[in-house]
Nanobody, 128 residues
């Protein structure tokens, strides 16, 4: 069992920055990849970014956030971060972190079905 708790959400103006955290607890030794997803009201849950947790720390980003978002890890604190910059109103969503314990290949990191555990989400609102 793995528990994930997101934090750091809030309201910012367009062009601003926000840093999200995802703290993992429980059987964290089994985590292979940590991912970030987001979902706006009435829309599908979309992939944002992912980082390898147990290995070399490879990262992968959705095209919509490349160059604006970064993802990093602190394995000692069992925490993954999503640094969001140059935020746009279309970034408004509930952001979720997820943990993959199955060791999927990088080509599958963008699929929500690759992840076994999910946090409850944190709201990010970007105003014009």
């Amino acid at each position: 069992q793995v528990q994930l708790v997101e934090s750091g959400g809030g309201s910012v103006q367009a062009g601003g920055s926000l840093r999200l955290s995802c703290a993992a607890s429980g059987r964290t030794f089994g985590i292979f990849t940590m991912g970030w997803f987001r979902q706006a009201p009435g829309k599908e849950r979309d992939f944002v970014a992912a980082i390898n947790w147990s290995g070399g720390g490879s990262t992968y980003f959705a095209d919509s956030v490349k160059g604006r978002f970064t993802v990093s890890r602190d394995n000692a604190e069992n925490t993954v971060y999503l640094q969001m910059s140059s935020l746009r109103p279309e970034d408004t969503a509930v952001y979720y972190c997820a943990a993959d314990s199955g060791g999927h290949t990088i080509s599958l990191w963008e699929r929500s079905t690759s992840y076994d555990y999910w946090g409850q989400g944190t709201q990010v609102t970007v105003s014009r």
